[in-house]
């Protein structure tokens, strides 16, 4: 099945840094890469996803890239804010069922 | 607020024990996702169900079972409970799993084992 590596388990920054965060996934025919923010006591919410018919995706802070050949993707966060503090969790799925295999989450930590 | 619903959010029981976790999806959601989270194993997929039939399984353990109603809100049983199932469960919904693939979480119930 899929396997998803994510790195760093942990990031820490400067309130204004950016912040990057790389996965990679072994399944060649995974599709579907969406990236969740998990904040203290809450479930995972979806932040950006990203289809294999794209290279990159921007959302004002957040961008998300893919490069299919090398089988990897990346978080990034520019101009970090303390409420940016979360965990993040990449995931790659196929089309048809869609079920997600998370990687094993990144906790950022952005100081004031 | 992803407009899914889990009962219990803590539950404390003892080893040997059966407990009953419960999820209502999203209004409108026909498929339903169980996940256990845990410090060293992340996010685990269990088992999914689509509109009252299990569409896939993933690392479920043979004591644990579920099922979604007609109703679409779903159970997770666990049995004879070890210390090891000490986790957060989480529930998920989505419309339909083929239209977006984005996956809307409750808040979890988190279940400690002594």
């Known amino acids: 099945g899929e396997n998803v590596e994510q790195h760093p388990s942990t990031l820490s920054v400067q309130e204004g840094d950016s912040a990057v965060i790389k996965c990679t996934y072994s399944?060649?025919?995974?599709?579907?890469f969406p990236w969740y923010k998990q904040e203290l006591g809450k479930g995972p919410q979806l932040i950006i996803d990203i289809r294999s018919n794209v290279g990159e995706k921007k959302d004002q802070r957040i961008a998300v890239t893919l490069n299919k050949t090398a089988k990897h993707f990346s978080l990034h966060i520019t101009e970090t804010q303390p409420e940016d503090s979360a965990v993040y969790f990449c995931?790659?799925?196929?089309?048809?069922?869609?079920?997600?295999?998370f990687g094993r989450g990144t906790s950022l930590i952005v100081h004031p | 607020d992803s407009g899914v619903t889990q009962t219990p959010k803590h539950l404390i029981t003892a080893t040997g024990q059966r407990v009953t976790l419960r999820c209502s999806p999203r209004?409108?959601?026909?498929?339903v996702y169980w996940y256990q989270q845990s410090l060293d194993q992340g996010l685990q997929f269990l088992i999914q169900?689509?509109?009252?039939?299990?569409?896939a399984k993933g690392n479920i353990l043979e004591r644990f079972s579920a099922q979604q109603f007609p109703d679409l809100h779903s159970e997770l049983n666990l049995s004879s409970l070890e210390l090891g199932d000490s986790a957060l469960y989480f529930c998920a919904s989505s419309p339909d799993p083929a239209n977006t693939g984005e996956l809307f979480f409750g808040e979890g119930s988190r279940l400690t084992v002594l």
């Open positions: 995931a790659a799925s196929k089309g048809g069922s869609y079920i997600p295999t």
């Open positions: 169900y689509y509109n009252g039939e299990e569409r």
């Open positions: 399944d060649s025919a995974s599709n579907y």
């Open positions: 209004s409108g959601d026909l498929s």
